[in-house]
């Protein structure tokens, strides 16, 4: 019994330290998607990118929740789905490569990314 605790209890860190990894978003992850799906469109449809310096981190993050897209037109989300990526994974390397992400992990990465370069953070990021 006396060493089944310290086991215990490192076990009980051990799956702590996993699901705290799991939730943390990947920017990395979340700016590959943006430039090569969000940008791509923008770019083609658009004349031009949105940078993540566009808005302040505040303002993506309701951007993000309030899901509309395009004025109002269509949302934001369908563009983090599966279903959307399967579309696009012939010709969209991110897409394939991110195939299988859950659609709430792939926003909080892209979220992550736009923070990061928000016009209130430290960096800026002016393009794409
Ligand atoms: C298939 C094309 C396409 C894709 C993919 C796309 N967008 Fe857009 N997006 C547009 C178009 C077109 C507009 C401009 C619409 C207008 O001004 O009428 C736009 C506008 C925007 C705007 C400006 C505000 C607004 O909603 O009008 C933001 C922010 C934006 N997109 C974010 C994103 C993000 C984030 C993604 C990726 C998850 C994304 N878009 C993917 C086509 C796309």
Redesign the pocket.
């Known amino acids: 019994m006396k060493l089944l605790k310290p086991l215990a209890s490192t076990l009980l860190l051990a799956a702590m330290t996993v699901s705290f990894t799991a939730q943390a978003a990947d920017a990395k992850r979340g700016r590959v ?2 430039r090569m ?2 940008t ?3 770019m ?3 004349g031009g990118p ?1 940078s993540p310096s ?2 302040k981190k505040a303002d993506w993050a309701s ?2 929740q309030t899901n ?6 269509d949302t ?1 989300k369908q ?2 789905s599966k279903e ?1 990526r399967a579309s696009i994974k012939a010709k969209n390397q991110a897409a394939a490569k991110y195939a299988e992400v859950p659609e709430a992990e792939l ?1 909080d990465d ?1 979220k992550a990314f ?1 923070s990061a370069g928000a016009l209130d953070s430290d960096t800026p990021t002016s393009c794409d």
């Open positions: 998607y943006y799906v969000c791509v469109c923008h083609e449809k658009m949105i566009s808005k951007y993000l509309k897209h395009a004025k109002g037109k934001v563009y983090f959307y926003m892209v736009l």
